[in-house]
């Protein structure tokens, strides 16, 4: 029986009426997924980037969140051609690439995701949960209807080529970095600095001058909301292991008496 594949982030992004809310998902964990899957979100962030995240721990997630109304997207360790084609092989519909700085980052990502002659994706959609394992009729004819592409901007080399960047064809959307790219300009950790902020809106404008969707990391609501009206399509709004340290930690707050130096005598 042929089976369909469900809508891409980019077709999401292109019928919102709104800027979509995500989350991280870091723990590697599919239970953790699920939960944030359900929670009422528009898209998760799976992250194979910073965090315990291989292709088996992968594939559970895509498995465990594929149940809900969210859009799952897979942030690549690194824009590698290998790793790009088992990620897409393992069904992962949305790919987010880190690190693009030039017109030709761009370009090598698009190539990874698209097959010849168009691009350098290994064929192998009969193995592969991508096509359902040739459940999918028309798999490799309409491969690119299947799977978008979102580059992620984090260094002041990028934002300098944001609009090359952004008018790559097959690039979807550009999402914005401001923690990297708070480093890259000598403010290690201050993502809501002054001029990181006003880096991260000329690629705001950058991006959406060429008529595609520009998102961001944002956890402080009202830096989210700043990007929002600045025009973000699509944000990152907190984190499951954020969440579980604060939410933690404020439980010890609450309980957990401290000794007179305001040490907490559990530890």
Known sequence: MPLRLTPTFRDALAGAERPLAGMWVCTGSPLVAEICAGAGLDWVLIDMEHSPNGLESVLAQLQAVAAYPVTPVVRVPIGDVVTIKQVLDLGAQNLLVPMVSSRADAEAAVAAVRYPPRGT????????RS?????????????????SLFVQIETTAGVEAAAEIAEVDGVDGVFVGPSDLAASMGVLGQ??????????????????????PVGVNAFDPVAADAYVEAGAGFVLVGADVA?????????????????????????
Not at 244 to 264: I, Y
């Open 121 to 128: 994706r290994g064929v192998g959609s009969a193995l592969a």
């Open 131 to 147: 096509a359902r394992w040739n459940r999918v009729d028309g798999y490799l004819q309409d491969a690119d209807a299947h799977v």
């Open 191 to 212: 993502q809501t600095h002054p001029d990181v902020v006003a880096a991260a809106l000329r690629a705001f404008d950058a991006v959406r001058a060429a008529g595609k």
């Open 243 to 267: 969440l579980l340290a604060r939410g933690s930690e404020a439980l010890a707050a609450r309980f957990v008496p401290t000794d007179a130096a305001g040490e907490r005598t559990s530890y």
